[in-house]
Structures are given as C-alpha cells and as structure tokens.
C-alpha cells in the first residue's frame, strides 16, 4: 500500500501498534526485547497418560521418588493427567456453584504464593484444580465446598511453623495485599479460616515457583506457566484455569491494582460463568478480552488474539482516521489515484454501514483494554472500518454536506494495521527558526543527541516532540543535558516475593547533569499516541526547571511490562513496575497530564495546521507568533 499522509497532512511513520504498547524498555533499566514478549514461554512437556481404556490415569505424587518430588519442575514434568483435556464440561452454573468457584479461584491462589509446597514447585498446580473442581460442582451449599477445600490443603502436606519467617518493612510499603478475607469465618467457616491464616503466617523468604523478578528492572516474570496449546476447546476447566491465573495474578502481582476501578471480587464472579460456559475458542477468546479490559491497563490487550477483537475482518479502508473534537475524522488517506477522489482529509465519518458512529464505540468498549478513554478511541479508530474484504457504506459530513459513498476494502498490509505519529517528518533534528530547535523522540538517537544540544545553543526554546514512540532510550542520554543540578524525576513500585501482594518504593531515578547543557526553555509535545516509554521520558524531561508539557491526554500506561501466558496458546502483558513521580503522584491511567491543554480540531486537520506545536511556538516566542502549517 502506499504510504499514508497523516494528520495535518504529515506522512506517517508505519510500525505496528504493537511495538509501542508492548515493548518493554520504558524505564531506565535493561530492555526487554519484543520478540522476547512474542514467543511462547517454554511449557513442561506434554505427553498422553492414556491407559489404552479411553480414560487418563491419575499421577500421584506418591507415584515420583523423592528426589523427583522435591527438584524442581518435576511435578510439571511428571504430571500428565490432563495434557489432553481438563475432562470438565460445564452447561450451566447456579448461584451456589459460582460463589463456591469464587471461594475456590480465591484459595488456589492464595495458595499458589503463600503455601510451601507449592511455592517450591512440588505440584502441578494447574492439574489440582481440574482435581477438586468436580467436588466444588457437586458441593450442595457453602459449608460442604469449604470442606472439600480444607480436605484438599490437608492433602498438599503440613505446614510446619517457620524458622526464618518473612518479615515485611513497613516504612516502604506502598501497596498491602488484601487478605482480610481469609479470617472472615462467615465465607469460609472456622475450619478453612483458620487453615489459611496458619499457611499466611508461615511465610517463607522469597520463594516462589511461579513468579520471579527480573533482575535490576525487577518487573515480576511468570514462569512454570505452561500456555497449553494442544487443547481444545471448548473445555470449562482450562478456560476457569485462565480465568483464575489471571485474576490471582492482577490480585498479587499488579502494581496498580489499587486504581483499577472496579470490584476485583465482583469481576471474578461475573467472569466465572461467562469464561466457563464460552462455546468455542473465539468465544473464549472474547471472554477474556473483556475480563483483561477490567483492568484499564493500555498495555494489557489479548494480544496473541486480535484478529477476533471487533471490527474483524481481513481488510480495511485506505484512510487514517483519528478522532478529533469527539468525531471520527479522517487524518490520512491513501494517495492511489482510485480512492483520491472518494474521501478526503478532515472528512467526518458519521455511520458505517448505517450505524452511526457512537453505537459502534458503545457496541466494542467492552474488548478494548486501554486505561484511559483517549487510549481507548485511538485504538478503536484505529480498527474502526477493518472488516470483510467488501464494499462499505459511509455516511461523511465535508463541510456542510452530508455525503453517501460506497468504498472498497483492501487486505490489511502485512497482516496488521500501522498507526501514524503525529510529530513532524524529515529528520529527528532541526532548526525551526534561528531561535527554536525541535527534536521528535521517533527518530532521535542516543549517540547523537549531544551534537544536537550543540546546534541548538543559543536558542530560546527546544521542542521534544513526544507524539510517537522513541527510537531509542533517551531519558538519561537527553535528559542530563537540560538539568544543571540532580533532579530527580519518577519513582517506582515493585513486588516482594516474600510477602505476594505487597509492593515497595524503590529510591528516586535522578538525572545527573552533563555537557553541553542547553539552557533555553524545554517545550514537551504529548498527546493519545504518548505511552509507555513515550510517557517516562516526558516525564524526565518535564523534571528540568521551567518546562513545559502541551497538548493532551496521553495513553496513561507505564512500567516495564510483563508477559502472561494462557490457556490455548494465548497471551497478555501487564504493566509490571509502578511509575510515580517523585512526589509520588500515580501515572497509570492519568497519564502525563499537560501544564497547557490543546487539541487538534476538525478546521485544523483540514488546514493542515498542528496547533500544538503552533503552542508551542507561542510559548517560546510569544503570542504573536504567526500559524505553522507544514504540508
């Protein structure tokens, strides 16, 4: 396809969505290659335990040696019972049996982090739930299941008293798990309760099968947790098994699970019967795309299964679309002489195929994980006309005129979709004037950005225009050059693998004055496509004494990301690290909130006029500065 024209008339620069909200060298900390995030975490081997009989036979742990029981991984390599199917089909659930699933998705993961035996990798612990399910299903009321539950503890093996106990230091803590439902004997009766506040108690000192911290980013890692990709479904026990991996992990591991907005408990039991009764794969699939949307983390979509995320459909139309004053407006359309005289750059899109537009965004919302209501609708322009490989109706406001077009669809290019920045083409350094320097961070390079600074002494302000996605990590590189004294800049959370759930402060990132240093007026450009990396280093930059961040909402979703695999071959990431300023003010989902606010407008895109830069300039020069326009 040839290459699109973005808003105000600026060709965009092509790259997959995916790279700037999955990738993972956010901070200043080791980089987290992509293609890491993209391939399957290695499984425990899969083989058949059929016994020639139809049925699978059941793998005690009594069945290994000792030396088998108690290495590692043996419990995973060991265990075949389930390899082929959970053996669980589930048509429908009552109350009962959802508040019984409920209590039990809550203990296999407390137990999960909290008790010995399975902190040190003894059981295959995804095939013990598939083991207890059947008697949680068949449990008449609440007391009978909590007995199923305190039976099955009983037969993970004693918890003895612990000789090194885990200690947690309070004075740094920023984040505490939510336990208190442990010792509420009305849930889970006196036995239960008292069961699972002796195994809290026992604490060990950081060690933990399932979950490690990656060394110096510290973003936890989740290991031993076998993706699955064999089974078929539909299958009740694996698609509960997602369900409840991903819960207890936002419930233990999610630095910003306190500013999720929702009633974690409450999502558990909605999702319970609308996973476990899913018809098929792409219903799963859908399930668990409206579950990881609870989160409001822009970083955690299902990414291994956006070809089912609504709109589907193997083509789109040859247009950028953004929306711009609360309006789908078309920013970019394919320069090929077949569609130059069809739709236009600032045309309004008010239906597709006779739905008008808000219905369309109200109909997907619940599929589209972003934090914030301006990551949201990027996303969703972004997808909003891929569909079948046919024609589609529009309805177009231009101007005055509302117009009816037929438009053709064309294959998506390269399978995926591309996102337009919105920052200036040419190279990542110039003069604007002789008295204003601008540099966009999708292009910049570490290693050049001193001669950069150089070529821009002397004048009264630099842009950095951060309305794309880094090329390169520039926070310290840039960043020392604009400060003449340590400045400290964010502040991060992260786990503790002695005590699952809570999260500490770690000390202050500081930038650290170098040569040569630029002493004009620091202007930082933001706006929906700023996220993850994009967002730190603004907020590097906005650090430096007197400067500025305009233009509007960015995506709202920080910290070093951290890759989760699920059932059928699937996989999301979460934000892993909490990214605060230094007074410890959040970003996730607020985002970088801009010192002035503006926003494109429809007259704007139509002019190819960029009024956040022209802003910008105004800051800079003055408010008689004349209007930018760079067609």
Not at 338 to 344: D, G
Request: with cysteine; hydrophobic share 40%; net charge negative.
């Amino acid at each position: 396809m040839a290459t699109k024209v973005a808003l105000h008339g600026v060709a965009s620069r092509s790259g997959s969505f995916f790279r700037c909200a999955v990738i993972a060298a956010m901070v200043a900390l080791p980089t987290v290659a992509m293609a890491q995030l993209l391939q399957p975490q290695q499984p425990s081997k899969v083989l058949s335990t059929d016994d020639g009989h139809g049925t699978l036979q059941v793998m005690h742990a009594g069945d290994a040696t000792a030396s088998e029981r108690n290495s590692p991984k043996a419990a995973l390599d060991a265990n075949h019972q389930f390899d082929k199917d959970s053996g669980i089909a589930i048509r429908k659930l009552d109350g009962t049996q959802i508040e019984n699933l409920v209590t039990l998705g809550k203990v296999w993961g407390f137990l999960k982090y909290y008790h010995p035996t399975i902190t040190s990798g003894q059981q295959q612990w995804d095939y013990e739930l598939f083991r207890v399910l059947p008697k949680i299903l068949a449990a008449d009321d609440r007391a009978s299941a909590n007995a199923v539950i305190a039976t099955w503890i009983d037969g993970l093996g004693p918890v003895a008293r612990c000789q090194a106990c885990a200690t947690v230091d309070k004075h740094d803590v920023q984040l505490s798990p939510d336990l208190d439902w442990i010792a509420d004997t009305r849930l889970l009766g006196e036995q239960l309760s008292r069961k699972l506040q002796w195994i809290r108690d026992q604490g060990q000192i950081g060690n933990q099968f399932y979950v490690a911290l990656r060394p110096k980013v510290l973003n936890p890692v989740f290991k031993h947790e076998p993706s699955y990709s064999d089974i078929p479904f539909p299958d009740s026990g694996f698609q509960l098994l997602a369900l409840f991996r991903y819960w207890n992990i936002i419930e233990y591991w999610h630095p910003d699970r306190d500013v999720i907005g929702e009633d974690w408990d409450k999502v558990l039991a909605t999702f319970i019967p609308r996973l476990a009764l899913a018809k098929d794969r792409n219903g799963y699939q859908l399930q668990l795309m409206a579950l990881i949307a609870k989160v409001n983390d822009t970083h955690a979509n299902l990414w291994s299964s956006l070809a089912v995320r609504p709109p589907v459909g193997q083509c789109h139309l040859p247009v950028s679309l953004r929306f711009v004053q609360h309006q789908v407006v078309v920013t970019g359309v394919d320069d090929t002489p077949s569609n130059a005289s069809t739709l236009k750059i600032g045309d309004v899109i008010a239906r597709l195929d006779g739905r008008p537009i808000p219905a369309l965004v109200k109909e997907w919302t619940p599929y589209y994980a972003d934090s914030n209501e301006a990551a949201r609708l990027r996303d969703m322009a972004m997808y909003m006309t891929r569909g079948p490989c046919s024609d589609v109706r529009l309805t177009v406001r231009r101007g005055d005129q509302d117009l009816q077009f037929k438009v053709s669809r064309v294959p998506l290019p390269g399978g995926h979709l591309a996102f337009a920045f919105h920052d200036l083409p040419g190279p990542a350094f110039r003069l604007l004037s002789p008295e204003v320097a601008y540099l966009k961070l999708s292009s910049a390079s570490a290693s050049q950005v001193a001669d950069d600074i150089e070529q821009a002494a002397g004048t009264k302000g630099l842009i950095i225009d951060a309305r794309n996605y880094p090329s390169e990590f520039m926070v310290f590189a840039l960043g020392s050059l604009l400060v003449d004294r340590p400045t400290p800049f964010a502040q991060f959370t992260v786990g503790d693998l002695s005590d699952p759930g809570t999260f500490h402060w770690t000390p202050p990132q500081i930038l650290k004055p170098k040569a040569p240093h630029y002493d004009g007026k620091v202007v930082i450009l933001v706006d929906e496509v700023t996220q993850s990396q994009a967002e730190y280093t603004t907020m590097a930059f906005r650090a430096v004494p007197g400067a500025l961040v305009v233009g509007s909402t960015t995506a709202g979703a920080d910290g070093n990301v951290s890759r989760i695999p699920l059932p059928g071959d699937l996989f999301t990431v979460i934000s892993g690290i909490g990214v605060f300023y230094p007074d410890r003010r959040p970003t996730q989902q607020v985002g970088i909130v801009p010192d002035v606010v503006v926003e494109s407008t429809i007259e704007a895109v139509r002019g190819g006029r960029d009024p956040v830069l022209e802003e910008a300039l105004h800051l800079i020069l003055g408010p008689t500065t004349p209007q930018f326009q760079h067609l």
